[in-house]
């Protein structure tokens, strides 16, 4: 089971737990619900520690995992990507065309 699911129904589970536990008193819905979410926020910071950070382990993974997609992302459309050796030592075509090239469009625009 994946950490963040486990993390959530933890919490979930000890404010359902701390609100029963507070039903048999004579106290406003309201109020039990408020020291139900509080008791439960002080429980699950001790309690569900070890669960909290395999979820943060997970977050900063995936963190990690998204920017090195991202970085060979940009060097890939940078065109930085192609190990040496691997380009043809001629090249048909030019990367950039002449002058003589140029459609008007871009020769106006200079």
């Known amino acids: 089971m994946s950490p963040a699911v486990k993390y959530t129904l933890g919490r979930v ?5 701390a609100f029963l536990v507070l039903l048999p008193f004579p106290l406003s819905i309201f109020l039990k619900l408020v020291l139900a979410i509080l008791v ?4 699950s910071w001790f309690v569900l520690r070890g669960w909290r950070e395999q979820y943060s382990l997970q977050l900063q993974n995936a963190v990690e995992r998204r920017k090195t997609e991202k970085s060979k992302l940009r060097s890939a459309l940078a065109g930085e990507d192609e190990p ?3 380009k043809p030592a001629t090249q048909d ?12 469009t871009n020769s106006e625009q200079r």
């Open 84 to 86: 040496a050796g691997t």
């Open 40 to 43: 439960s926020a002080v429980l």
């Open 13 to 17: 589970g000890l404010f359902v737990a």
């Open 93 to 104: 075509e030019p990367d950039h065309p002449t002058d003589a090239e140029q459609s008007p």
